[in-house]
């Protein structure tokens, strides 16, 4: 059974720090790509980031571009967000999925699991 767990959201201050965590199972990261997501109150789910299952493509958001970074850890079976340089617009549910493919997708409708969301809030 495919299963994804986030983790390593919260409060954090503007300009602040979070690490957030992706605990994939039921399948392997060797063959599969992931993405980030989130979703603010009222608003669309937005694309974060993503990368292949190699990880030597990724691929960020403009409005994050430069502050996140995307990894993996393929023996922990675990994806990695790290965020810097948070703003209040950062505020959202964070979601990570696994690609059908292998490769660094953008959209929603490539990606068939999903976990079930970690907060991010950034508020002084």
């Known amino acids: 059974q495919v299963q994804l767990v986030e983790s390593g959201g919260g409060l954090v201050q503007p300009g602040g720090s979070l690490r957030l965590s992706c605990a994939v199972s039921?399948?392997?990261?060797?063959?599969?790509?992931v993405g980030w997501f989130r979703q603010a109150p009222g608003k669309e789910r937005e694309w974060v980031s993503c990368?292949?299952?190699?990880?030597?493509?990724?691929d960020y958001a403009d409005s994050v571009k430069g502050r996140f970074t995307i990894s993996k850890d393929n023996a922990k079976n675990t994806v990695y967000l790290q965020m810097n340089g948070l703003k209040p617009e950062d505020t959202a549910v964070y979601y990570c999925a696994t690609a059908y493919g292998s490769g660094c997708h953008l959209r929603p409708s490539n990606y068939y699991a999903w976990g079930q969301g970690t907060q991010v809030t950034v508020s002084s």
């Open positions: 990368t292949s299952s190699s990880g030597r493509s990724t």
């Open positions: 039921g399948f392997t990261l060797d063959y599969r790509g």
